[in-house]
Antibody, heavy 126, light 110 residues
Framework: QVQLQQWGAGLLKPSETLSLTCAVY????????WSWIRQPPGKGLEWIGE???????NYNPSLKSRVTISVDTSKNQFSLKLSSVTAADTAVYYC????????????????????WGKGTTVTVSS | EIVMTQSPATLSVSPGERATLSCRAS??????LAWYQQKPGQAPRLLIY???TRATGIPARFSGSGSGTEFTLTISSLQSEDFAVYYC????????????FGPGTKVDIK
């Protein structure tokens, strides 16, 4: 049973850097995409970005200039850094495991996130 | 960038009734569509992937259908634990690789 445990600072001042880490327990780290998603209070889900076990990353273009996602395969952990935070970055931040399935015969694919962390509430306030 | 829309924004349903939720993509995503359920204070839970495959442990009353740009999540007989927000999601497997969620449909008690 794969579980994700996440942690990090919950209260930041404007201009500081948000830093969160997610540890993967009970399953393989390779072969998956490891994502960060956030949810502002009362709003929907926004994907921040992802990384695979080899360190290849994809970021949401709207956040790309401020986001760094890194991986530590020796600890089965991945981390999020978001720089220059403002009140608009106040949200619950989730880590999640992404599965990409490619159907070789048709080149069709599908992607889903099947395991999620419990979420970390991050508040940005002066 | 593919934009996902969902309708209705809120769906009021009585327990035991059928609920039909819609998700539309701004261009074809083939069958690359997942559905999630989120209850207050909880992380999202995967319900459906590949447009129509139920995730492990998901009850048979949840079903997904559609392909291309139009998708439907059907809950055949609503149980009390099904009142929640439902999100659809697609993924670009070409640059820029991007996960996109719909804005969500809230299913509440009528």
């Amino acid at each position: 049973q794969v579980q994700l445990q996440q942690w990090g600072a919950g209260l930041l001042k404007p201009s500081e850097t948000l830093s969160l880490t997610c540890a993967v327990y009970g399953g393989s780290f390779s072969g998956y995409y490891w994502s960060w998603i956030r949810q502002p209070p009362g709003k929907g889900l926004e994907w921040i970005g992802e990384i695979n076990h080899s360190g290849s990353t994809n970021y949401n273009p709207s956040l790309k200039s401020r986001v760094t996602i890194s991986v530590d395969t020796s600890k089965n952990q991945f981390s999020l850094k978001l720089s220059s935070v403002t009140a608009a970055d106040t949200a619950v931040y989730y880590c999640a495991r992404g599965v990409l399935v490619v159907v070789a015969a048709t080149s069709h694919y599908y992607y889903y996130m099947d395991v999620w962390g419990k979420g970390t509430t991050v508040t940005v306030s002066s | 960038e593919i934009v996902m829309t969902q309708s209705p924004a809120t769906l009021s349903v009585s327990p035991g009734e059928r609920a039909t939720l819609s998700c539309r993509a701004s261009q074809s995503v083939s069958s690359n569509l997942a559905w999630y359920q989120q209850k207050p204070g909880q992380a999202p839970r995967l319900l459906i992937y590949g447009a129509s495959t139920r995730a492990t442990g998901i009850p048979a009353r949840f079903s997904g259908s559609g392909s291309g740009t139009e998708f439907t999540l059907t809950i055949s007989s609503l149980q009390s634990e099904d009142f929640a927000v439902y999100y659809c999601q697609q993924y670009n497997n070409w640059p820029p690789h991007l996960v996109t969620f719909g804005p969500g449909t809230k299913v509440d008690i009528k």
